[in-house]
Nanobody, 125 residues
Framework: QVQLVESGGGLGQAGGSLRLSCAASGRTISDYHMAWFRQAPGAEREFVAA????????FYADSVKGRFTISRDNAKNTVYLQMNSLKPEDTAAYYCAASARHLVVLTSAYVYDYWGQGTQVTVSS
């Protein structure tokens, strides 16, 4: 079982940048596909970005493509989300997730078995 802890959230300005980190413990993340999801107040949780276990494939929501970058450092057992050109609509709680399943659609929340507690990102205009 893997435990996930997010950090790096906070208050950002429109056009600015933030970097989120997701530190894993209990198991090495090299066995897992990793992803970031977000949930704004009153909205459903939505996919943001994912990277497969090897790091060879990355996926992004259209709303963040070209602005956000997901990366993984298996040696540090950590996944990152670099968020540039922030917009007020990026305001949400951001969650890290892990999946050890095979042949799955990494943009679906249903394939992820482990979740962090979330970190709040607030972007002011």
């Amino acid at each position: 079982q893997v435990q996930l802890v997010e950090s790096g959230g906070g208050l950002g300005q429109a056009g600015g940048s933030l970097r989120l980190s997701c530190a894993a413990s209990g198991r090495t993340i090299s066995d897992y596909h990793m992803a970031w999801f977000r949930q704004a107040p009153g909205a459903e949780r939505e996919f943001v970005a994912a990277v497969n276990w090897s790091g060879a494939s990355r996926f992004y929501a259209d709303s963040v493509k070209g602005r956000f970058t997901i990366s993984r450092d298996n040696a540090k057992n950590t996944v990152y989300l670099q968020m540039n050109s922030l917009k007020p609509e990026d305001t949400a709680a951001y969650y890290c997730a892990a999946s050890a399943r095979h042949l799955v659609v990494l943009t679906s929340a249903y394939v992820y078995d482990y979740w962090g507690q979330g970190t709040q990102v607030t972007v002011s205009s």
